[in-house]
């Protein structure tokens, strides 16, 4: 009797370390199995993500970590109020009427939902409008990566000249004029003087707390099995496997932080933009923007540094396609060839079903919460 209670326990044993040590990347594997490891809390016993050798800097998705402080911008409560009331204040433009929030709403996943924003004069920007969440993860802020921290990041805004088109400094000069600001700036920062420094830190320490709550996704991989669906767990498994989106979109962030040809370019077109190649002026960078992070991607549409893309389904197919990116023979054949773009290596083709390819949107909404809550400021000091 003892003896077979042995036997049995062995046999339960060795099913269950071969189910856990399970490494194919077949994506008709068992949703069971595949279910429990995800769901384990440990991802090192996940299935083996499909990355490729040029792969820079590999991080494994999973929970946002806490947000880290520059040492010269340390936060406290009143520093974050007044950098939400700046950040809401038309008064840091020229009109008075453009705000940070006129483009970034947080009713529309701190973006504005439209494909390209407008600012003074209601002019058209080139780009869409890049949502606030969880920017404090990104080493480098804009499409190009144009600026290396928030606090570096918010005087771009204000000097665009269709954005909020105001100098900077006189800007600072205004904001100065407005007595009722002065007790803030001595709450947040010691001393009641204002300065454009200041005014640039305090809304980017309120940037900072524009952080994601934990999606469905995190309370899954946390140990929560229920958490997903079943085609959100496939969706998962695609994403880190036959679907390749890991290559870039990796770490907590979904973003590696880096810069991609994604075939989207416009070569040649009123709409090309040369993007981080803008900044580098490196061949290598031409028509490279920085991976987005997937994170809430559900609520920032339309998407893409263009915004032509305005369902997540045809972004999916694209990749499926391996972004192909035709360049019209009428545009080729002149001196400016030398800047042709080429995609990166690292999207190819994927083969993906249509069932695949729902199962992979279907993860991303589960990377999605619903809208935060935010109380807006409606009256400014005078
Ligand atoms: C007229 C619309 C508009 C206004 C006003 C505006 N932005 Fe933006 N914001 C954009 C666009 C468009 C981009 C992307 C531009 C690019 O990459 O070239 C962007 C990008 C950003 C980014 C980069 C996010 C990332 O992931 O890299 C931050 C941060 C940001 N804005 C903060 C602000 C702040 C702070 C203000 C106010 C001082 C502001 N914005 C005002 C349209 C606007
Ligand atoms: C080669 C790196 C790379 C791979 C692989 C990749 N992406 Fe991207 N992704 C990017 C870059 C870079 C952008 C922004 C490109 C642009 O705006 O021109 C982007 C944009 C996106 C966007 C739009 C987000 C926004 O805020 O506008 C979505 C959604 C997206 N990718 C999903 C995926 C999915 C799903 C996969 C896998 C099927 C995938 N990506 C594979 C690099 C990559």
Redesign the pocket.
């Known amino acids: 009797m003892r003896k077979t209670r042995l036997v049995m326990g062995l046999i339960v044993t060795l099913g269950v370390v071969t189910c856990l040590s399970f490494k194919s990347n077949d994506p008709s594997d068992d949703i069971a199995v595949l279910k429990a490891l995800y769901s384990s809390g440990d991802s090192t016993k996940w299935p083996k993500a499909t990355i490729d050798s040029n792969t820079v800097g590999f991080q494994e998705i999973g929970r946002l970590g806490a947000v880290s402080y520059p040492a010269d911008n340390l936060p406290n409560p009143e520093k974050v109020k007044l950098g939400k009331l700046l950040f809401y204040d038309g008064r840091l433009s020229q009109s008075n009427q453009i705000a940070c929030a006129s483009c970034h709403d947080p009713q529309l996943g701190w973006g504005d939902g439209k494909k390209l924003g407008f600012g003074h004069d209601r002019k058209l920007g080139k780009r869409?409008v890049m949502?606030l969440f969880n920017t404090a993860f990104y080493t480098k802020l804009f499409?190009d990566g144009r600026a290396k921290s928030l606090e570096d990041q918010a005087r771009f805004p204000i000097a665009d000249h269709v954005e909020m088109n105001i100098d900077p400094h006189e800007m600072a000069e205004k904001i100065q004029g407005f007595k009722g600001y002065k007790p803030m700036f001595k709450e947040a920062f010691g001393d009641d003087s204002i300065s454009l420094d200041r005014i640039l830190k305090a809304i980017a320490t309120f940037e900072r707390t524009i952080v994601s709550k934990k999606s469905r996704f995190d309370i899954f991989v946390k140990g929560n099995k229920e958490a997903l669906t079943d085609d959100e767990i496939m969706g998962l498994h695609l994403?880190r496997t036959k679907?390749?989106?890991i290559?870039?979109?990796n770490g907590p962030l979904f973003s590696d932080n880096q810069?991609?040809n994604?075939g989207?370019t416009l070569w040649g077109t009123a709409n090309e933009d040369l993007g981080r190649y803008n900044v580098t002026k490196d061949k290598k960078d031409i028509g490279a923007?920085?991976?987005?992070s997937?994170r809430e991607?559900a609520a920032?549409g339309p998407?893409?540094?263009?915004g032509n893309f305005t369902e997540?389904k045809d972004?999916?197919s694209t990749?499926n396609l391996g972004n192909p990116a035709n360049i019209p023979k009428k545009y080729l054949g002149t001196p400016r060839d030398s800047l042709l773009p080429t995609p990166?290596p690292?999207?190819k083709k994927?083969g993906l079903t249509p069932l695949e390819q729902k199962q992979?949107i279907a993860f991303?909404e589960a990377l999605t919460n619903s809208p935060m809550r935010v109380k807006v400021p409606t009256e400014f000091p005078e």
């Open positions: 869409n949502t499409w994403f679907a390749r989106c290559n870039c979109h810069f991609h994604d989207q923007f920085k991976t987005p997937l991607v920032t998407w893409f540094h263009h997540l972004i999916v990749y990166s690292l999207i994927l992979v991303l």
